[in-house]
């Protein structure tokens, strides 16, 4: 199915909902815009979606109620099945404003694993103030703008000069393991992509705030920049040993720059930039890893590094999960065989080791550096 280009041909849906299914096989939707009541699913194999506009709003500012429409996961929303593998998706050029829950979105339908994805490509899509706060009434609503995967296993996954903004979670978010789930992630890249000022809609309201650029696990992320998100500009888990790389990516202004929870074994960052960050800088567990943070213009009141805990983000502010926060902070994590440098843009206090882990943490392998301003050139 092919348009004119999204001004040219328009799809307008003003009371119901209007589902454009892709349940065949090598599929293309291309060129054409979405208004309103208007979502894109994909539920078979060799899908194309290219030049494709979608908003789920009719004036261009107020967001649709689309759950009482028959709901809409995500506007552009691929569903998976126990079992099976979707693979070779393909969305170039896609954009998505106002989505009422998730701009992208992959998902399994009726089962949290035992399915996934593979071949799957972002290039230069939008996801532009994603989820409405209608979901749970905002309490239980924690829409991303790309949700990729939420459930299913993921391999050889492709985010390319893609732009989240204004999010009310995440920019991007790979969900992960948890208690009783796990989700295998495989050849995972995130290049040249960009968070903007997410999580700052959500208020307190949600039982898991999240509220970050980047939130991934195992993956490859290469010249990605977060600017002030409302906790951490990349929220990080290693789920596999040495399968976490972060090279030439920065943070301007978030509460944390850089977040590193549970694992960290053997991850390598290299010539990240924290700029301005209001909490943290640097915060993580690891052994065996390899990292390089400077740390530019810290805006916070204690340390810029904290080692020995992430102090469990997602339930920070959320009163529901006060005990389980306690908890977690009474955990003490070794960490050892780390190269940490450190370096800062003036004298200062720098490292904090997490009380229970002051004795579990070993910093002979942290190193802090501090690089003056240069001075002007001679007349």
């Not at 979606?49 to 709901?71: H, I, M, P, Q, W």
């Not at 829950?101 to 071949?119: I, R």
């Not at 391999?155 to 204004?166: H, M, P, S």
């Amino acid at each position: 199915m092919r348009g004119a280009g999204p001004g040219l041909t328009r799809i307008v849906a003003e009371s119901e909902p209007c589902r454009i299914v892709a349940d065949a096989p090598g599929a293309t939707v291309a060129n054409l815009g979405g208004f309103g009541y208007v979502g894109l699913e994909v539920h078979a194999d060799r899908f194309t979606a290219e030049d494709v506009y979608v908003t789920n709003s009719l004036d261009g500012k107020t967001y649709l109620d689309f759950g009482r429409k028959g709901g809409c996961t995500g506007a552009f929303m691929a569903w998976g099945r126990r079992g099976k593998t979707l693979r070779n998706l393909t969305f170039r050029r896609c954009s998505v404003e106002r989505s009422y829950h998730h701009g992208f979105s992959l998902n399994l339908a009726g089962a949290n694993e035992g399915g996934g994805f593979a071949n799957i490509l972002y290039d230069q899509c939008h996801a532009i103030s994603a989820g409405s706060g209608f979901e749970g009434g905002g309490k239980r609503d924690w829409s991303c703008g790309f949700d990729i995967p939420d459930a299913g296993d993921v391999e050889g996954l492709t985010v390319r000069d893609c732009w989240a903004v204004n999010c009310w979670q995440d920019g991007f978010h790979l969900d992960g393991s948890w208690d009783s789930h796990h989700q295998k992630a495989k050849d995972v890249l995130f290049e040249r992509c960009h968070a903007l000022n997410c999580g700052h809609r959500s208020g307190t309201l949600p039982a898991e705030l999240y509220q970050s650029g980047f939130y991934v696990q195992s993956a490859r992320l290469v010249d990605c920049h977060a600017v002030r998100c409302r906790k951490a500009g990349f929220l990080c888990k290693n789920e596999e040993s040495n399968g976490l790389t972060i090279e030439d990516c920065s943070d301007t202004g978030s509460a944390y720059g850089l977040v590193v929870e549970y694992g960290g074994e053997r991850m390598t960052v290299k010539d990240f930039v924290s700029d301005g960050a209001t909490r943290r800088a640097l915060q993580m567990v690891g052994s065996d890893a390899e990292v390089e943070v400077e740390v530019r213009n810290f805006a916070g009141t204690g340390k810029p590094v904290l080692l020995g805990v992430t102090e469990r983000l997602e339930f920070v502010d959320a009163p529901g999960h006060v005990a389980d926060l306690a908890r977690y902070r009474a955990r003490g994590y070794a960490m050892k065989g780390n190269r940490i440098a450190i370096v800062v843009d003036r004298p200062m206090a720098v490292l904090e080791v997490h009380g229970p882990s002051v004795n579990r943490v070993n910093v002979a392998g942290v190193t802090v550096e501090y690089y003056p301003p240069r001075p002007l050139p001679a007349d």
